[in-house]
């Protein structure tokens, strides 16, 4: 029986593998599978990428889930959210966010064989398998210093799981950093992650990303990909809108307030108004009418 959030998680790695799907699971794992607290980033090969829909659907039907969310933020990459109801607030969800290879904004950054090449099974600090794949620890850094690089600031949480990677295979991990930065910049960089010197590291972000863009240029077909996803997102949005209506006392407040919380795992942004057509007048974003009849 499904119980929490790592319990889906945990069925659904052990269900690519059932299926012959070769995936990893890439990012910080090291609290996976207790305690999940964002989205879990999946990349598997671009051909079984091409069926992702009909095996996320499998999967759900198989352990009575259901898809409450799916929306695509990258040409290769889709964001599905899975909940299950158990007995009284006993629910939980998972948000699934599957990709082939790595693109940020458009930009092609890491191909999926790469990520997959070498990958072995997640330990804890004992040795034991925890159930599931990582990337080999040169290919995790690599994929994390892209993904933080291009994403913007690092905090001290997120040095130390590079500076881990880094220390169990630091010669592969220079050689995959010289695929995106040239060798003469990499010397600060490499001793910012060794001595975890998060202010260096920071100074050095700027330029490692001015970098990482002019090395990452979309070509011709992956600006298509990119306009025809946007078109697509803009004729079909994803999201909910809901209108709550009532006389006063109703109970109207109360029941969003207690709703909010259980739905906002399914989406990644939510926006509440009180008395929405508000034309030509003042907008109240959220705030209650205390004197609704003057």
């Known amino acids: ?29 090291e609290s996976y599978p207790e305690r999940i607290g964002s989205d879990i980033d999946i990349v598997v090969p671009a051909t079984d990428f091409k069926k992702i829909h009909m095996l996320v659907q499998k999967f759900a039907g198989e352990y009575c889930l259901q898809i409450v969310q799916c929306l695509q933020h990258e040409y290769c990459a ?6 299950f109801h158990g007995k009284g607030k006993n629910n939980g ?76 295979n630091p010669k592969h991990c220079i050689e995959n950093m010289q695929l995106f930065w040239p060798a003469p910049v990499l010397v600060d960089v490499k001793l910012a992650i060794q001595n975890k010197d998060l202010q260096r590291l920071q100074e050095l972000m700027l330029h490692l990303r001015k ?12 600006r298509i990909h990119e306009l025809q996803r946007k078109i697509a997102r803009f004729f079909k949005p994803t999201g909910l809108f809901m209108v709550m209506l009532g006389p006063d006392g109703a109970g109207k407040s109360s029941v969003v307030e207690e709703m909010i919380p259980q739905i906002s795992p399914a989406f ?27």
């Open 93 to 168: 969800s998972v948000a699934l966010d599957i990709c082939s290879n790595y693109y940020r904004q458009g930009s092609p950054y890491i191909p999926a064989r790469m990520l997959l090449q070498g990958r072995k099974h997640a330990t804890n600090s004992h040795g034991q398998n925890k159930g599931f794949f990582v990337p080999a620890p040169a290919m995790e850094f690599l994929y994390y210093m892209v993904k933080k690089i291009s994403k913007g600031p690092i905090n001290n949480e997120q040095l130390t799981h590079l500076h881990d990677q880094f220390q169990q």
């Open 1 to 29: 029986m499904v119980k929490n959030t790592g319990d889906i998680f945990l069925l659904f790695s052990h269900f690519l593998e059932k299926c012959a799907v070769p995936y990893v699971v890439v990012g910080n794992t």
């Open 211 to 222: 970098l990482l863009l002019r090395r990452c240029t979309p070509s011709p077909k992956d």
């Open 78 to 83: 889709f964001y599905f959210v899975l909940v």
């Open 268 to 294: 990644r942004d939510i926006h509440y108004t009180h008395l929405r057509p508000r034309l030509g007048m003042k907008k109240e974003n959220g705030t209650a009418v205390t004197d609704p009849h003057g």
